[in-house]
Nanobody
């Protein structure tokens, strides 16, 4: 199975918004939890948010609560991450990955290429 494909990143000013998409090709995401991760320069990859197969959202970091919203559209086989009120510290490469459940530490399959988010004036 191919890795998930992330898109929607870009350069945005502080306070701006972006919506990231995570799409699958050739297989369905319905039965998987999907987690967004990010990796800032010089830092380890960290979890951002996870959505269960039934649509329950979990936010890994207090810093994104109230600003980021994860959602999924099973008809489109896509998971989204709406990011509002972006801050420079949100700058990172964002990745999505399948998990058997949000409580799992492991991902299913391989990492994709990610999408770069840069928050700067």
């Amino acid at each position: 199975q191919l890795p998930l494909v992330e898109s929607g990143g870009g350069l945005v000013q502080p306070g701006g918004s972006l919506r990231l998409s995570c799409a699958a090709s050739g297989f369905t995401l319905d039965n998987y939890a999907i987690r967004w991760f990010r990796q800032a320069p010089g830092k380890e990859r960290e979890g951002v948010s996870c959505i269960t197969s039934s649509g329950v959202s979990i936010y890994d970091a207090d810093s994104v609560k109230g600003r980021f919203t994860i959602s999924r559209d099973n008809a489109k086989n896509t998971v989204f991450l709406q990011m509002n009120s972006l801050k420079p510290e949100d700058t990172a490469v964002y990745y999505c990955a399948r998990q058997n459940r949000c409580g799992s530490r492991a991902i299913v399959g391989s990492w994709g290429q990610g999408t770069q988010v840069t928050v700067s004036s």
